[in-house]
């Protein structure tokens, strides 16, 4: 839009780059372990340790509801899972790999689509 004062960043796409970055994660093949909210009644210790659950199902919930406030704070929720997958799972472990390769991923695609 004309006339908007030049330092402004252009947030105009922020939500349909939301959409393609969430479908992208979902389409993973490293994706399994993240796209329900962990049951914690099978895993022990997930609800103790982990103190902000968050999967890709949930950050879709919240996207058609329209709870993020712009880009950042969708970035925020994605980070949580991988940040949460560090914390409850060893690095040599499947998951602990999967969670690895995901944050890879994520991070290679949004600064394509951002930068
Ligand atoms: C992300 N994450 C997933 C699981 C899990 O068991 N997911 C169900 C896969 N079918 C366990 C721990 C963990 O941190």
């Given at each position: 839009c004309?006339?908007?004062v030049k330092?402004?960043?252009?947030?105009?796409?922020?939500?349909?780059?939301c959409r393609v970055l969430l479908a992208e994660l979902e389409g993973h093949q490293d994706?399994?372990?993240?796209?329900?909210?962990v049951n914690?009644?099978?895993v022990p210790?997930?609800?103790?340790?982990?103190k902000k659950p968050m999967?890709?199902?949930?950050i879709r919930e919240k996207l058609a509801?329209?709870?993020?406030?712009?880009?950042?704070?969708?970035i925020i929720d994605v980070n949580l899972v991988f940040d949460n997958c560090e914390k409850f799972n060893e690095d040599n472990s499947e998951i602990g790999r999967a969670g690895h390769?995901?944050?890879?991923?994520?991070?290679?695609?949004w600064t394509e689509l951002l930068r």
């Open positions: 004309a006339k908007k330092l402004a960043k252009d947030d105009t796409n922020d939500l349909a780059t994706a399994w372990p993240f796209l329900s909210p914690h009644k099978a210790g997930y609800r103790k340790v982990i999967d890709f199902s949930t509801n329209n709870r993020y406030l712009n880009l950042e704070t969708f390769n995901m944050r890879r991923f994520f991070d290679k695609r």
